[in-house]
Every structure is written in C-alpha cells, then in structure tokens.
C-alpha cells in the first residue's frame, strides 16, 4: 500500500482492515484536497473560489437507509421503532468484507478529526473516503487534531464512506443500494451507495447522540451563541426554521450552527465547520453566510453553476437542498474555543406553515419539556412530492428524532434537569408564516423575528405585558421594540378570524395525537401544559 501526506497515524489502515488499498492519502490540506478532486473530475471551481461538487440521484439524506447493528452491548439502549432499525450482525459482517474486497487496490481520503470542542468530551474519529471532496467535507466539518497529534491518534470510530459501492438488498439485507450502518460493538459506520456527504456528518452526531447521554451531557442538534457578557442562547430547529441564519448574529460570538453538547460546566461545539443551507441566500439578508459561498475552502453541494463558473443560488434544478460546507472560522466573529457557559436562553425555532403560532412566545419549563418532545415544524406544498397542497405537519422529536439512538425520554430528562438547575428561560419562535396559512399569508420577515430574538436574549422582553394563547397556552408579549405590534397575536393578522380558530384547532389535535407516544414516559405537569381546544 502506497501512503502518502504530511501526517500519518500509527494507528494505520490495517487496524481497519484496509492494509489492502491501493493508495492512502492522510490527512491531506485543503489545497491538496482540492487539487485531487479537480484532477478527478470530482467537483469543479466556481469563480469565488468554492468547490462545487453534485451528489447525483441522493441529494439528501437517504433516512430509510440507515440501521443500527443489534447487538449485545447496546441492543437495550437503543430506541427500536421507524427511526433505529436494527441490522443483524452477521449481514453487516459479510457487507463489510465486501466493502473492504471492493477497495483493493483503489485509492482512499483519511482524515483524522475529532468531534467535540471539550477536551474532556471529545471523541476522536478517522473518516475514511473514496472521493477527495469528501474528505475536504470532513475536514472542514470536524475539528483538526494538532500536528504533534497525528502521529499517535487513535479513532475511537471510524466513519468508512464509498458512493460507488452498492449494496444487493436481496444478499445483503440492506433496504436498497444505499446504505447507512452504525455498529457500537465494531466502533464502526459503513456508508454506501450515495454521495451526499451529510451521511458523514450526521452519523457521527448519532454516535455521540449514543455516547454522551452517559456521562449526564445533553447532546443536541442546536446552534448556540454567546454575548460579549458571556450569556450563551442555544437554538433548537429543524432544517429550514433558521437555526443557521439566527445564531449568525454580528452582535453575538458563534460557538456552532448545528451540534453541540451541554455539559455540567457549559455548551461546547461537536464540530469545527457549518453545513448551512444555501437556496435563495441572500447577500443583504444573511451576509456573513453568503460570503463564504464565495470563498476558497467551501465545499458547496448541488449548487447551480454556469460554465464561467458563476453561481446562480436562487436554481433548485438539482434539489431545495443545497447545501455550503466550511470552516466555522469563515463566520467572522466565531468562536475559537467552540466553547461557552451555561446558556440563560433556549430558544426552540419552527416554521409554522399554517399560520397559527405566535412568532414569539415565553415557555414555562413544562412546556419546553413539551415542546421539545413534539419538535415540531411544517413541510410545505411543493417543496416535497406527495404533499398535496395543503401544509403537512411535520413532529422530530427533540427537534432531531433521526439522529437520536435512545429513547427521547433519556434527552428531556436531561432538558429538563439542566434548565431547573441554570434557571434557564425558554421561548418558542415561529419563524414560519402570519396573516394566514402558506398560500395566503406570508413569511414572517426575517428583520422582525431577530428584534423578538434579541429582545428575548438581552431581557427586555422579560419586561413587557403578556397574554395568554387560549389554544397553546403561550404567554405572548403585547408589545416589542421594531416590530408591530399587531403581529404579536397571529390570530390578529388574519382576515378571517373564524378560519383561524379553525386551522389552530386542527394543529392542537394533531400536537396531542403525537404527544400520546410519549404521555406514559412524563411526568402529569407536562401533560397539563399540553394544548388543547379554545
């Protein structure tokens, strides 16, 4: 086996099964990884700088793919249903030795990275790829270890991804070509059949997911900031309610956009980079995010490019699910660390496409626990085929349910006893729609919902009068500097205000038939805090 680049592990590729490989470059510079994957084919240059690679048929997570091996050592910890499938043993076995013939003799990407800003929580991961781009990906995605490091780094998993290897579901049990397999006792993730690299990223969030539980440490799939004071805020949501876009604020130091993990001594960064996405970004409203698309170093996915090389983010011919990968040190007033104190806010983000919660409202403890349990966001029509036209509600639990190993009881126990013990304020933001449902309302401008963020974090908002949401029970603010008042109370921007009490009774039954699941699993408080009819 051919190695090459400046920092190879002794730990090397044999103790991985891949002593066989035809090539392995370690550790490779972005420089380096992108000469590799120009020369390939892999990607191409846009003209700010970015690497533009396309994922082909997977342009996203392909979560029906992805299984959890059975075996003894986790078997009784996983949360077995739709989201943990479990795969047997000896088939994962048998697809990983054909896995590991197929690479004879072929050419790899290592790097070698941790994920975890915490030096005492961090866990250390090779990521072992096909394609350069990818391993670019990797790079900017996790956190480099120093060059003195290298040498004696030990994974304590390893993450082996290659696209061009298929699965056969009749021999190999798998769902289909595709393939997402995470093996506790191996230590071990296997990914095939697809290109997308948030494969790679997200399974290495499911397996701290899995980990950290255990060492009372809240992992979470959150963005979090910090004011020059020190209040860290963290930010729940799911893709697309503006996790990404709130917690870039000029005003706030970024600790991380997406992964993070809150321990008894603060929140601490999982990752070294920000996977933001990037359809219909705009320069005026998000710039520090839009400058990185034009930055040697980014990794953007599936976006839109002409032949003079000049990027057109507005174009979802290949999906809505473009995406940017870069360092977090692109954000110009990131954090070095990655790490901050206990948070003094938690701010739970959806987009409510039918147009019924208010764009700000203040959680009692309860219904943070509540909330966080339903995790709950809205799927527009036209954006997914099969949605018909009208707005599907859409419940991940703990605002990340695909990612989480355990049963959801285990992450709001941990909520719940971390916001007693910091005395934390809670608030629900609807970044989503107003003045009615999608197709006759409107989004709620951007500008409007980060005065309600920032007034919820600099605690003027804790100074205002309230009144109570009769379906929710949310305690909505009359009033905010720099946005109307009148859009405070959603039912008062709608027309029809007997519509409006028609569609919020709809979502108040649909918030109690998925909260059934988890009724047995909390305490009657919560439940008392659940919505119900006007």
Request: charged share 20%; glycine share 8%; aromatic share 10%.
């Amino acid at each position: 086996m051919e190695e090459t680049g400046p920092h190879k592990s002794n730990y090397g590729l044999d103790n991985q099964g891949l002593g066989g490989v035809g090539k392995a470059n370690w550790n490779l510079s972005a420089p380096t990884l992108y000469k590799e994957a120009l020369t390939r084919n892999e990607a191409t240059l846009s003209e700010g700088g970015a690497l533009v690679a396309l994922t082909g048929q997977h342009t996203g997570r392909s979560a029906n793919d992805k299984f959890i091996v059975k075996e003894a050592g986790s078997e009784d910890n996983i949360w077995w249903g739709k989201v943990n499938k479990p795969f047997d043993d000896t088939k994962f076995a048998a697809l990983h030795k054909k896995m590991i013939d197929y690479l004879q003799g072929k050419e790899v990407f290592v790097q070698d990275c941790y994920a975890g800003a915490h030096l005492d929580h961090r866990l250390p991961v090779r990521i072992i790829t096909e394609c350069a781009w990818h391993n670019l990906f990797a790079r900017n995605m996790f956190i480099q270890p120093e060059k003195r490091e290298l040498a004696e780094f030990k994974p304590e998993f390893t993450v082996l991804q290659v696209p061009s290897f298929e699965a056969d579901p009749a021999v190999d049990g798998t769902r289909s070509e595709v393939f997402v397999l995470a093996n506790f006792a191996e230590r071990l993730v296997i990914i095939g059949g697809t290109s997308y690299a948030g494969e790679i990223k997200k399974s290495v969030f499911s397996l701290l997911n899995y980990l950290l539980p255990e060492k009372n440490i809240m992992p979470m799939h959150c963005s979090v900031n910090v004011s020059n004071a020190g209040d860290s805020a963290v930010f729940f949501g799911l893709s697309g309610t503006g996790k990404t876009t709130l917690s870039a604020d000029q005003s706030r130091e970024l600790i991380g956009d997406d992964e993070h993990g809150w321990s008894d001594d603060g929140v601490f960064n999982f990752e070294g980079g920000c996977y933001a996405k990037v359809i219909n970004l705009s320069r005026e409203a998000e710039p520090e995010i839009y400058a990185t698309t034009e930055r040697f170093g980014t990794v953007l996915e599936n976006v839109v490019m002409d032949e003079d090389g000049v990027l057109d983010l507005d174009d979802n011919r290949y999906t809505e699910n473009t995406r940017a990968s870069y360092p977090i040190h692109f954000i110009p007033n990131a954090s070095e660390t990655g790490i901050a104190g206990n948070p003094k806010n938690v701010i739970m983000l959806t987009a409510d496409a039918f147009g019924v919660l208010p764009p700000i409202s203040k959680l009692s403890s309860e219904q943070a626990m509540y909330h966080f349990l339903s995790g709950y966001t809205a799927k527009l029509a036209g954006t997914e085929k099969g949605l018909g036209n009208e707005p599907q509600a859409t419940f991940s639990t703990c605002f990340g349910a695909p990612f989480m190993p355990r049963h959801p009881s285990v992450y709001a126990n941990l909520l719940g006893e971390k916001i007693e013990k910091h005395g934390v304020n809670c608030w629900l933001v609807n970044t989503g729609w107003t003045g009615g449902a999608y197709g006759t309302g409107h989004r709620m401008p951007i500008a409007h919902t980060r005065a309600l963020v920032n007034a919820a974090l600099d605690g003027t908002l804790a100074n205002v009068e309230f009144e109570k949401d009769p379906y929710f029970g949310l305690a909505m603010p009359t009033s905010c500097t720099g946005v109307p008042s009148e859009i405070l109370n959603p039912r008062n921007t709608w027309a029809d205000k007997a519509a409006y009490d028609k569609q919020a009774s709809h979502l108040v039954t649909l918030f109690i038939e998925n909260f059934e699941q988890f009724a047995e699993y909390v305490d009657a408080e919560i439940i008392k805090s659940a919505p119900r009819s006007a």
